[in-house]
């Protein structure tokens, strides 16, 4: 048995998304910009995908850019946004993606925006108090938080952090690429300007994305060409990729409830076996609390341990595909920046545990039978 809980980096295609993509790669080829009968039935897929998209988020297809995944629509949407509208202030956090983060450090760096960041606590929640004072300082400025972290799984309410932001005339924009296909998003209730999506976090295709744009802004392309994507963004489309992204994200609002129930049963039995089978087990973030962790991600805190040194290299021999790291900046090994900003004990090794709809009970406890023969092993030694 090889048990994969990585899914908050990539999950597995769904077999029902491929069968829906394969007559795009050999059948129906044509370049969705030429205007015969080839290239239109092409572009036709695409636009019923963008309108399936729009349906399911409650929103103008108009609304809908397709991109090469969340990197390029976070990219789109602060560097665009900034550019166009002539923001000088930008308001984060320091536990975001480095999509967005380094985007906006780059532009800070730059002299273009002058960033400030929103305090978090040591369980990982932003302080919307601060983000609150933030905009009575620095009105009309660019928010970016993302609706949850991909490390430790803190949910951030962005409904109430983008009505603050529409009281101070300021733009919001969310990197939902952790719970697109995973939370129902109603665009017509969520006071937000951008949004975004990537496809291979909800059993999609890797290399496609899209970013949701708020009709009131009006923004230029990030990327230059041809008039694809109403001007939005040059390129021939990614075609079998939007297929395949319109399929995952209707399979998975269509079996969400279902999928949610079972994967918080994972995550729970998982919390609950490792704090039976390995004394000083802890948890980054706040994982017990459901309705504010993301259920498809655990982030554990081990105890001090020489084992902890090769914890992922030790995990893979074991057949266990996981992710994480230390809080410490060791070498060129490089730490994780939200673990530092909640200041976890750098003496700790941490991996993250990231389930979908195909993992089972008997993996979640192959996981934890291994883990802690692991450390139980060294007590021995």
């Keep these: 048995m090889r048990v994969y809980l990585d899914n908050a980096a990539t999950t597995p295609l769904d077999k029902e998304v491929l069968e829906t993509m394969l007559p795009f790669m050999t059948e129906f080829y044509g370049n969705p910009s030429s205007i015969h009968t080839h290239g239109r039935e092409v572009r036709s897929a695409i636009e019923k995908s963008r309108k399936t998209i729009a ?41 975001e993606h480095h999509a967005v983060l380094h985007t906006l450090e780059s532009l800070h760096k730059a002299g273009r925006i002058q960033l400030h960041m929103v305090e978090v606590d040591k369980k990982g929640y932003i302080n919307l108090n601060h983000l609150e004072e933030l905009l009575k300082q620095y009105p009309k400025s660019l928010v970016s938080l993302m609706h949850a972290n991909n490390e430790i799984g803190n949910v951030t309410d962005i409904q109430l952090a983008g009505e603050l932001c529409r009281q101070h005339g300021a733009l919001f924009h969310s990197d939902t690429v952790q719970t697109m296909g995973h939370f129902r998003h109603d665009l017509q209730k969520l006071p937000v300007d951008f949004i975004v999506g990537a496809a291979h976090k909800f059993h999609g295709p890797k290399g496609v994305g899209f970013l949701y744009i708020n009709a009131q802004n009006r923004i230029q392309p990030f990327i230059h060409g041809g008039s694809q994507e109403r001007n939005m963004r040059g390129g021939t489309e990614n075609v079998y990729g939007i297929i395949g992204l319109a399929k995952a994200l209707e399979i998975a609002y269509r079996d969400m409830d279902e999928h949610q129930q079972h994967i918080q049963r994972l995550k729970s039995r998982m919390i609950a076996k490792l704090q039976t089978e390995i004394e000083g087990i802890a948890f980054n973030g706040d994982p017990i609390q459901s309705d504010k962790s993301l259920y498809t991600v655990l982030n554990v805190s081990l105890p001090i341990a020489e084992v902890g ?73």
Aim: proline share 3%; hydrophobic share 40%.
């Design 55 to 95: 349906q399911l988020l409650n929103t103008s297809p108009a609304e809908i850019v397709f991109t090469s995944g969340g990197t390029e629509a976070d990219n789109t949407a602060i560097r665009c946004s900034i550019e166009a509208l002539g923001i000088k202030h930008a308001i984060s956090s320091p536990i």
């Design 309 to 381: 040194e090769m914890l992922l290299f030790n995990l893979d021999i074991n057949k266990i595909s996981a992710s994480g790291g230390s809080a410490c900046t060791s070498g060129s090994e490089i730490g994780s920046h939200v673990l530092r900003s909640i200041d976890a004990n750098p003496e700790r090794a941490s991996v993250r545990f990231s389930f979908s709809k195909f993992n089972t009970e008997q993996e979640i406890d192959f996981a934890v039978q291994t883990l802690a023969e692991m450390y139980k092993k060294e007590k021995v030694a």
